[in-house]
């Protein structure tokens, strides 16, 4: 069975194409260094809900959009390897959190062992 990290994380609209551009270099490092898949994905029927929902969850603003992404390993150990080397790459050393197009303190994630993998 795989292991997936999840991410959903709110972006301004008038940000989207940085956002963009910073996602495709995130995959690209990822999957050189040996992720399995890699998909960043912008909100298209996502509502309110009544007592949870996407942008509940991240206190989304009038301006933004939802992001969920999601990156597929073989294993948390693997998924511990990959990220070890994709943060050490020297590709995203110049990120810093300050400068990122999105409000990383609305932003969550998680590790997920595969439960159903058809």
Do not use: C
Not at 27 to 42: N, T
Not at 93 to 118: E, Q
Request: net charge positive.
């Amino acid at each position: 069975m795989s292991y997936v990290d999840g991410f959903v994380l709110p972006v301004p609209q008038g940000r989207l194409a940085e956002y963009r551009r910073m996602a495709r270099l995130g995959g690209k490092v990822w999957k050189e260094h040996g992720a399995l898949a890699y998909l960043e994905a912008v909100a298209d029927d996502v509502k309110p809900g009544k007592h949870t929902s996407f942008p509940q969850a991240v206190k989304l603003k009038p301006d933004e959009v939802v992001i969920f992404a999601y990156i597929i390993y073989r294993s948390r150990a693997h998924r511990d390897r990959v990220n070890a080397k994709a943060m050490a790459d020297p590709r995203l050393a110049g990120m810093d959190a300050r400068s990122m197009p999105f409000d990383g303190k609305r932003m969550f994630w998680g590790g997920f062992k595969a439960f159903v993998d058809l």
